[in-house]
């Protein structure tokens, strides 16, 4: 028992340590949820049109491919503006990209986005047009020469391009200047200044589109499948975010659960009561472990918390802004530490009732000091980490505690002989209930960690494949197994769910 308290310390000291990172990033994955849906539920702006919006655009069967291509470039807007703003909020930076057309600056003749400050003002010369034109890099190139183009050059306006064209843009544009300067040079020789003032434009022109050029992070292929597939391309980008985060809390995980199982192991050692080949085994197990729930507590929290933080509901907003998302994770893995224990016949059913509520009011109460320990505390992980273990301690300890009063309370004289004669009574009734508890949970937890350990299996499945219907119902089929009635089982119903 004791070992399985300072586990669950352990977990909480780690929950505290990956929440500041866990809100961080979650505010970042938000940024995608918003792309989707088109509202911004924390603010209150609505999208001129979201990518799932764009997805609905109409196409005309006999220009199918030029229809689709010239939709994946605005559904390219929309993932470089979620994008761009999720990198700021993990930078700390407060400046953010808009679309010109969320400005009510719809169809704007020079610019696709510009940037803003934390009070909503334009920041001068940060217009940017976004151009995913031609086959290739060369004709894509090609476009951004000619006279149409013109005007964005004049305005010193960035270019964004794709990913897959920026060098070999960059790499034609070098050529033909080259080119262009020899020309120039054998002009100037033979004094024809007319061809020499030509080819000095041309130059000009290729050296600015060369300057301006700008990588906008997105491939033609991504593009493309966010114009087909919005939810998969959002899917995408979150588990992105969310194995970023997870490889931080990994790190915290093992640092915590590592310095805490090297000092046990060698005070065992140091008492004889392991071998040093024995003491490394159970350090590097260790480890291990506790990296895996950094990970995890992280990975998954991040995106809950980006989910919560762009709700339709003011009281899930203002949870996100707890580390309660990352809370629900271990939570749920202490929970079910509990139902295996119980399945496995470490525990009796009283004693599985009894840990699940002390784990539940030490989880809540881990939350409650890690937001209170960063503040007190306003060191990045050190004070939301001491703060959540200290919840966490102290609250088992009061249930601990309430717990043996409530049991080795006397009762006054009078109470306690009316009580001893119903004893006599129902002691036989107590005996039969035991004999129904145990059988239940003896069969129908068991069931339900089956059910826990394959569907754990099929989210790990899922999550490899980025298969986000596939985590869903997963998902769902633990609610089901619990006896309750889920609310969606695909990524659109879920979308749907959450604008109600």
């Known amino acids: 028992m004791a070992n399985n308290k300072d586990a669950s310390i352990k977990n909480s000291a780690i929950t505290g340590a990956v929440s500041q990172t866990v809100n961080i990033y979650g505010s970042a994955v938000k940024e995608h949820y918003v792309s989707y849906g088109g509202i911004d539920n924390e603010t209150g702006k609505v999208l001129t049109k979201s990518l799932k919006d764009i997805a609905k655009s109409k196409v005309n069967p006999n220009f199918k491919d030029q ?101 070999g843009i960059k790499e034609e544009a070098q050529k033909k200047i080259q080119n262009l300067t020899e020309q120039l040079k054998r002009a100037q020789k033979y004094g024809n200044s007319q061809l020499a003032k030509t080819l000095g434009s041309r130059i000009t022109k290729l050296e ?11 491939t033609n292929k991504e593009a493309i499948e966010a114009r087909l597939n919005p939810e998969l391309s959002v899917a995408k980008d979150v588990l992105g975010l969310a194995h970023k985060v997870g490889l931080q809390g990994a790190k915290f995980g093992a640092g915590i659960g590592g310095s805490v199982s090297l000092i046990k192991n060698v005070v065992a050692l140091v008492r004889g009561e392991k071998t040093a080949t024995d003491a490394a085994t159970s350090l590097v197990k260790d480890t291990t472990i506790s990296a895996g729930i950094g990970y995890g507590t992280a990975a998954i929290g991040t995106a809950l918390k ?30 079910s530490k509990t139902m295996t224990s119980f399945v496995r016949g470490d525990i009796d059913g009283v004693q599985c009732l009894e840990q699940l509520g002390e784990k539940g009011t030490a989880q809540i109460a881990s939350i409650m000091f890690a937001t209170a320990g960063q503040i007190a505390i306003p060191i990045p992980v050190v004070g939301a980490a001491i703060g959540s273990t200290i919840g966490y301690a102290l609250s088992s300890a009061c249930y601990a505690e309430l717990m043996n009063s409530l049991k080795e309370a006397k009762l006054a004289r009078e109470r306690r002989i009316q009580i001893e004669r119903k004893c006599e009574e129902i002691s036989a009734m107590m005996k039969e209930f035991k004999r129904e508890m145990d059988e239940y949970f003896s069969n129908k937890l068991k069931i339900q960690l089956d059910i826990f350990n394959e569907v754990n299996d099929e989210i790990a499945v899922a999550l490899k494949n980025n298969d986000i219907n596939g985590f869903i119902n997963a998902n769902n089929t633990i609610q089901e197994s619990l006896g309750y009635k889920t609310q969606f089982s695909s990524f659109a119903e879920f979308d749907k769910f959450m604008s109600k």
């Open 67 to 167: 229809n689709i291509k010239q939709q994946a470039g605005f559904s390219a807007e929309n993932k470089y503006t979620a994008r761009q703003n999720a990198e700021n909020i993990i930078n700390g930076k407060t400046n953010r990209t808009i679309r010109t057309d969320d400005l009510g600056r719809v169809n704007d003749p020079l610019f696709d986005h510009v940037e803003i400050d934390s009070s909503g003002n334009i920041i001068a010369d940060s217009g940017l047009q976004m151009k995913f034109v031609g086959s290739d890099a060369k004709s894509a190139l090609s476009k951004l020469e000619s006279k149409e183009y013109q005007k964005y050059i004049d305005a010193n306006a960035k270019l964004s391009v794709p990913s897959d064209f920026y060098n």
């Open 208 to 218: 600015k589109i060369n300057k301006n050029l700008k990588d906008s992070g997105i």
């Open 306 to 335: 980006g989910a919560m933080q762009n709700s339709t509901s003011q009281t899930m907003r203002s949870l996100s802004k707890t580390n309660v998302a990352a809370g629900i994770v271990t939570g749920v893995f202490e929970v």
